[in-house]
Structure formats: C-alpha cells, structure tokens
C-alpha cells in the first residue's frame, strides 16, 4: 500500500553516489593540516578530523597552538577539493540504480553531511535527474554543529520543496535519527558497503537493497 510521499529527499554518499575512499580524505586531511603549518599530525588526529564533533576538533586545534576554525576551513577545503578530483576521475561515481529517480512522480532533494560544495560538484559532474533542492553542510564549525543526526539542513530541504509528508533515504544510523526528528519516514537502502550494518534501535519505515524499490514505495 503507497503511503503518498509527496518528495523524496536523500542522502548522498552511500545512496546516490559511492562513499568516497577513506585513504583519500585521510590525505586530504593531512595536506590540510600541512597547510596550516603543522607537519607532523599524529594519526588519531588525522583520524578524528575524519568526523570531529566541535570539541574534538577544538582540542586538536589547541594542541598545535592553531585557530579551530581556520584548520576545520584547511579540512574542508582539501576534502572538497580531494572529492572533486574523484569525481571528475570517475571514482567517486553515481550508483547505476540512480536511473530509478527519473520514475518518482514527485519531487527530489538531496541532504548529505558533505559540503555543499561536494554536493555541487556531484551534480555538475553525474547524470542524476533534476534535484530540486540540495543541501550539504557548510565547511564552518557551525556545519559540523549542523550535520545529521541534526535534522537542520533536512527541515531546511522539506521547507524549500513545500512537502508535508516527504521520505528519506539514506544507509546510515544518523539518516533514521533526522528523519525522526524530523518527524518523516526513513527508507534505508542497505547496499554492499553495508551487509553487516546493525540498525538495532534506529529502525526505518522500510529497508530496501535497490533505489529500484523507491516508484512502488512513493
Ligand atoms: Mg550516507
């Protein structure tokens, strides 16, 4: 029984389009910090500005002696620029069930804890069929406050499409969380990179292997 969505909103990395390698942010996040002046992270520094909450990344920070928000901007900025050359080299890809959106009878949007400049770069370089409404972070301290499981930038996108009763998809714990909060239902599309992840506690209104699933459900 179709429960009328009237948009369907999704996350980007994981959904639409491969994660990005990790080796490739873990450099990017050194070259980062190269750029700032410290040359000599340790590797639990470099793997906390993988995903930094603002402590964490504010501790860091203070241990070289350097302002937080200028390394979160050296951070983002190589990321975006790191993820860009992925794309434009063809691995960093849309997933081949992408073609499944150009069936959805409503609306799309896309929220990702990427950079909205990512997101941008996404969309100018992959086929994927009009977007109506983009979100990604931005590459501030107030982004990181911002990101999911925060359901800031997801209200935002419902707001702008006008939906009263949108789904979300994504293939993470913190997509379900947003969406919660958010008050909308959640589609988890459990694809390769995650068989074996544990969604105890964080049940979304449907699981699905394939964005094939999505014409039926909307
Ligand atoms: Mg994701």
Known sequence: MAASYDAVVFDNDGVLTTPTDRDVLLEAIHDAFESVG????????????????RSSLRRVADHHGIDAAALWRARERAAIDAQRAEIEAGRKRVYEDVTALESLPVPTGIVSNNQHETIENI?????????????????????????????????????????????????????????????????????DHRLEYDLTDHEPRYEIDSLEALPELV
């Open 38 to 53: 410290v040359s000599n992270p340790s590797d639990e520094e470099i793997r906390t500005l993988l995903g930094p909450d």
């Open 123 to 191: 969309l100018d370089n992959c086929a994927l069929e009009p977007i109506e409404v983009w979100y990604g972070r931005e590459p501030t301290i107030e982004g990181i406050a911002r990101k999911k499981p925060t359901p800031y930038y997801l209200e935002l996108a419902i707001e702008d499409l006008g939906a009263r009763n949108p789904l979300y998809v994504g293939d993470s714990r913190v997509d379900v969380v947003a969406a919660d909060a958010a008050g909308i239902d959640a589609a988890f599309v459990r694809r």
